[in-house]
């Protein structure tokens, strides 16, 4: 009698596969990530490219030129740190002027640490100034 019992169970068993728990264990999931995930805001900054063609009338020799060389950073030939910089910059009062005389040289040579080269371009765009970036060929 148990070999009877046992072959009709067999025959009514289904190939389901129990999903009633999944939603449970994906609630779990999304709790467990939102406390173990840590909220970092990312440091941005916004600045204004000027387009890349040359227009040599607004260009001359009174744009200001920000000169990084490794570790030092230099405005006019003059070596400054970077919250000199930052006076020198709002001393020009960029702002208040049109938009093609808020141009301001950025060079940067090999060698120069990323965070002094952002450092100055968000010094430069706190200032209102217009970043034209210069490369070497």
Do not use: W
């Not at 148990?2 to 009709?8: A, D, E, L």
Request: charged share 30%; aromatic share 8%; hydrophobic share 40%.
């Amino acid at each position: 009698m148990s070999r009877k019992r046992y072959s009709r169970e067999k025959k009514h068993r289904t190939a389901e596969v129990p999903t009633g728990s999944f939603s449970d264990i994906a609630f779990l999931l999304i709790v467990f990530f939102l406390v173990a995930a840590t909220l970092v805001k990312v440091k941005t900054i916004t600045a204004d490219l000027p387009s890349g063609e040359k227009a040599p009338e607004t260009q001359s020799d009174k744009t200001p030129i920000v000169n990084l060389r490794g570790i030092e950073i230099f405005f006019n030939d003059k070596q400054v740190n970077i919250e000199q910089l930052g006076d020198r910059l709002a001393a020009l009062e960029l702002g208040s002027k049109d938009p093609e005389q808020r141009v301001i040289m950025l060079e940067s040579a090999k060698g120069t640490p990323y965070e002094n080269y952002f450092k100055a371009l968000a010094t430069i765009s706190a200032n209102d100034g217009v970043v034209a970036i210069v490369e070497e060929d």
